[in-house]
């Protein structure tokens, strides 16, 4: 999705060249993995056929940019089709139980799936456009990457005083699975009813008893850049903390919140965004 979004300055995919990405083809042969494994957990029996098909034809794209604008296409389309956006969960049930609602939900899960990735694939494709200048995206580890950044942004999970944070590798296995089809089987956590991927590793930043050591070799390693630090005031470390490790390496420290907000799924009304901006 970077790569067709950010390094993507002309290629384009649109519903009217793409009719057969969502459809059996006679000369392909079909795995049917999806729907033998998830049976019930996140999408009917017919939506299961239906990404199975697409995700499987859409590998079959040579351009890359275009095939990354149909994932994008892809994972939007099954994101919006789940409660909560998430795949934390085997919820199914909240869709399909005929019970009376009083939210808006219904009508985008009703929406059939072929509607949503046309919706999608015209909203990626009339993203891309040319701004003259060459940009790339990269999907790696934030301490492998080069250093001559102009600013750098930093937009890690939110821990709580707990140590708890959102697991973004659980909340959305599935589109992960999703683009690593051939494999995905083997990367499957079978001791869970949701079937999410098996973690390697905790995240470092999921680590109450690491992570300030991490923000510290972060701030060190990009401190001839701007560092701009998006986290929150009840955080782990604190805003105050992350000062106290920024002014370790930059000379000027801005901080700025906003209102209270609530989180999807949280009983915490009282969290403030917080931006810390040195320089």
Known sequence: MGKALIENSGQTLWPRDCSKLTTRQPERTYDDFIQR????????????????????????????????????????????KRPYNLFHRANLYMR????????????????????????????????????GISCRAENRDVFDLDTDYDLVYIDPPYMNANGLGPDYFDFYHFLEGLADYDHWENRLDQRKKHLPLKADTKSVWLDKKRVRQAFDDLFAKYRKSILVVSYRNDGVPTPEELQTLLKRHKREIRSFSNKPYKYVLSSNSTSHEALLVAI
């Open 96 to 131: 399909t139980s005929n019970v009376e609602r009083n939210f808006g939900n219904k009508t985008t899960w009703d929406k059939p799936f072929p509607q949503h990735f046309e919706q999608f694939l015209s909203e990626a494709s009339g993203a891309v456009f040319d701004s």
């Open 37 to 80: 494994t998830f049976r019930d957990i996140y999408f009917t029996t017919h939506e299961d056929e239906w990404i199975d098909v697409t995700v499987q034809n859409i590998r079959s794209i040579e351009n890359d940019y275009q095939r990354g604008l149909a994932f994008y296409a892809l994972f939007q389309s099954c994101i919006v």
